[in-house]
């Protein structure tokens, strides 16, 4: 991967494009750290109580912010929103083109139609950081986090007013500014835009997460007891996390095809055997991006109405989406089940893929041409799906499965007050390294392409 980069860096169109890359997720940073206007620069930071032993205090909804966006949200910033809201609009716009004819027409129009599709997808994104700002103002609000004026006294009346407008609006721009970011790395950089602001929030906090690592395994060696050897586990849990996911990364399907001979002019053409090769994990991160962000969506409803649903029947049910609870590692298993299967229908379609074969004069030994060869392929992308999914879905629960068994044994084994909290790793982990692996693979490809001599040498 190293050595990618250094070769990457030699060419100087590549170059530009590095640097630009690297720009760009400088500028986020840097956002990531300016603070709105009237928060109180008193309790920055403790926003969202994240850390790896749990506390009464910590909700884990505000974890998973303040994982995808870098700490921004737990220090209330300009990007403390981060780029849920557009991955949120992305999956509403992908779900109703396929719901809508109008939304599929338009995306069978080609490029004209799918910036009209980007376009719509953008104003959505908007009105998504809106609700979502509104939200976190009311949060802010609720727990006294907002600023006072000179005379230690809170603003009233039309000031605060004013205050709430000013707070939300700065929240909305960052949302629209960040999704902007992104764009701009695909258009002029390298990888994908949204996947990289993402990798450069989670990387952002990887120091922070190995300091309360060490923090949390010094407290149990305070303790004494048997249980020290939980923080090196989680550590190696880690490790071989790594291993696994660049392992399923690499792992593909290969469907064989045969060409038959034709004969072009006086030259005669085909005839060889070929592949087509499937990738196991075809859906690399953005399942679990997905999934991620529609089990984030009831927590953030639930800080519109916290005051109202205390003691009812309600405040159970958003407790369902908290990753503590037993139906949280369910559901999240079955959404990234089910958006593996939605992203591989997107990616591919067995029919257009059989109508090529055939345009090509090629067959797949022992499978007739036509809809024969579209069944044979859709029952094998059927399978693939399911087994990426289930593995894509083994890094991602077993963190949390691994936090909630830890819970119940410090607690009640050892005499802790809460349980070592590491359910965010496994999504933090899947997305760093699928993302480092794919913004590899497209530098090697575009390697590849300007090393390439063509046929007029």
Known sequence: MLQTMVNAFKIADLRKKILFTLFILLVFRVGSAIPVPFLNSDVFGSI???????????????????????????YGTIFAMGITPYINSSIIMQLLTVAIPALERLQKEGEEGRKKIASITRYVTVGLGLLQSTAYYFYVRSKDYLGTDVNGNPFVGNWAIFQAIIIILCFTAGTALIMWLGEQINDKGVGNGISLILFA???????????????????????????????????????LMIAYIVLMDNAERRIPVQYAKRVVGRKMYGGQSTHIPIKVNMGGVMPIIFASSI???????????????????????????????????????????????????????????????????????????????????????????????????????????????????????????????????????????????????????????????????
């Open 201 to 239: 929030g989670i990387v952002a906090r990887l120091p922070t997460m190995i300091t309360q690592l060490f923090g949390t395994q010094q407290g149990y060696l305070a303790h004494g007891g048997p249980y020290w050897f939980l923080s090196p586990l989680a550590g190696l849990l880690y490790l």
């Open 48 to 74: 969202a109580n994240v850390g790896l032993l749990n506390s009464d205090q910590q909700n884990t909804f505000l974890a998973y912010l303040s994982m995808m966006t870098g700490d921004a949200f737990n």
């Open 295 to 457: 089990l984030s969506l009831p927590p953030t409803i639930q800080m519109f109405v916290s005051s109202r649903i205390e003691g009812t029947s309600w405040e159970s049910f958003f407790g369902i989406f908290n990753q503590t609870h037993w139906a949280y590692a369910i559901i999240y298993f079955f959404l990234i089940i089910g958006f593996a299967y939605f992203y591989a229908s997107i990616q591919y379609n067995p029919v257009e893929m059989s109508n090529n074969i055939r345009k090509q004069s090629g067959t797949i030994p022992g499978i007739r041409p036509g809809e024969p060869t579209a069944a044979y392929i859709r029952k094998i992308l059927s399978k693939i799906t399911l087994l990426g999914a289930l593995m894509i879905s083994v890094v991602a629960i077993f963190p949390i499965l691994f936090s909630q068994i830890t819970t119940v044994i410090l607690e009640k084994g050892f005499g802790f007050s809460s349980g070592m909290n590491i359910s965010l790793g496994g999504t933090s982990i899947i997305i760093v390294v699928g993302v480092a692996l794919e913004t590899v693979k497209q530098l090697e490809s575009q390697m590849m392409m300007r090393h390439y001599r063509g046929f007029l040498d």
